[in-house]
């Protein structure tokens, strides 16, 4: 079996190509990471909507809306009839965890597995923005159905 010189450039080439394309999405990838005060900051956000949701404390759950939010449902109690007819497993979840998160062009994105009361398992994507005060404010929240139940 024959090399030629030139096969050999190419496939040097291509191992060096592929290299820094490895090594620069790992460098963004890290880059996309949350400080750990932010992400405990963003989850505090996040638990303590939950919590309020819980307790019926609508005023309290309602503080946690952006303003892009407040403007679209623009009293408490059309916010939370909102939440009670579309986010009815984050309005009541049996349980839930964080998982993944990242943050891009200033929004940070926080996934959660919640289980509501039919131990039906959700993924929820919390959207939040870092205001001009430096809390974290929630901008949008999307759900989607898990196959199967919780154990």
């Not at 109690?77 to 998160?101: K, T």
Request: aromatic share 12%.
């Amino acid at each position: 079996m024959v090399i030629r010189r030139s096969h050999l450039i190419f496939c040097n080439s291509v191992i060096a190509i592929l290299a820094a394309l490895f090594l620069s999405s790992a460098a963004m990838a890290r880059e996309n990471l949350l400080s750990e005060p932010d992400q405990q900051a963003v989850q505090q956000v996040i638990v303590g909507q939950i919590s309020a949701f819980k307790t019926d404390d609508y005023s309290a759950a309602y503080s946690f809306a952006a303003p892009n939010v407040r403007q679209v449902f623009p009293s408490v109690q059309v916010f939370i009839d909102m939440v009670r007819s579309q986010y009815m497993p984050l309005y009541r979840p049996a349980s839930y965890l964080f998982g993944r998160n990242t943050q891009s062009e200033g929004r940070v994105y926080q996934e959660l597995i919640v289980t509501d009361l039919n131990r039906q398992l959700w993924q929820v994507i919390y959207t939040l923005r870092q205001q001009d005060d430096k809390t974290w404010k929630v901008t949008n929240v999307v759900m989607y159905p898990y196959d199967g139940v919780s154990a």
